[in-house]
């Protein structure tokens, strides 16, 4: 148990759909992440915030917008997604402290999200 | 560059030592971590090691690194049918958040 939660675990949508994934954690953490795990290609990272604020935004798609309104949630908001946008979401969280052996980021297990 | 690099599958039989590889480029990476992946689950946290050491072992664990050569090894002893999973080595740069993974390699173990 990572202690890093994800709500749906599965989601099947259309393409003209509008849902959210969720995440929690419950770890105390200040930096928050997700990726997306598609078949056969190594995991990518879509976005980061740390302390509430987005720090990286990895030239993702504005059909994806993440909300992070608290240091403990983190949101992924779809909106017209397309087929190729099927892959495994997962959620992590570090705590960035700046000093060496911190950082570590812990996984939630992921959302299965399949766009027909 | 970033690139981690790790073959795709190694399959081992129960009770023997599965040795995982893994390859990276860029010599300034500061954290080189292993994950594991279960299937239908996201990924485990197994160990990881700072880029000035050389070997750390946690139990059945045993991570070997050469920076000369930018090579990562993950030893598991006595590999049991649990352990069948996706193992991902990824590197981390000090002050960056991004982690770069690789692939992933998909251990079978078998009777």
């Known amino acids: 148990e990572t202690g890093v939660t994800q709500t749906p675990r599965h989601l099947v949508m259309g393409m003209t759909n509008k849902k959210s994934l969720k995440c929690e954690q419950h770890l105390g953490h200040n930096a928050m992440y997700w990726y997306k795990q598609s078949a056969k290609k190594p995991l990518e990272l879509m976005f980061v915030?740390?302390?509430?604020?987005?720090?990286e935004n990895n030239s993702v798609p504005s059909r994806f917008s993440p909300e992070c309104p608290n240091s403990s949630h983190l949101f992924l908001h779809l909106h017209t997604l397309q087929p190729e946008d099927s892959a495994l979401y997962l959620c992590?969280?570090?705590?960035?402290?700046?000093?060496?052996?911190?950082?570590?980021?812990?996984f939630g297990p992921g959302t299965r999200l399949t766009v027909l | 560059g970033e690139d981690v690099e790790q073959s795709l599958f190694l399959s081992v039989r129960e009770g023997d030592s599965s040795v995982i590889n893994c390859t990276y480029t860029d010599s300034s990476s500061t954290y080189l971590y292993w994950y594991k992946q279960e299937p239908g689950a996201g990924l485990q946290l197994l160990t990881y090691?700072?880029?000035?050491?050389d070997m750390k072992q946690d139990q059945r664990l045993t991570v070997l690194l050469n920076k000369k050569d930018k090579h990562l090894s993950l030893r598991i002893a006595d590999t049991q049918t649990g352990d069948s999973a996706i193992y991902f080595c990824?590197?981390?740069?000090?002050?960056?958040?991004?982690?770069?993974f690789g692939a992933g390699t998909t251990v079978t173990v078998r009777a």
């Open positions: 992590a969280s570090s705590q960035e402290s700046g000093q060496v052996g911190s950082d570590t980021q812990y």
């Open positions: 990824a590197e981390r740069f000090s002050n960056d958040y991004k982690l770069s």
């Open positions: 915030y740390s302390l509430e604020e987005r720090v």
């Open positions: 090691i700072f880029s000035n050491m």
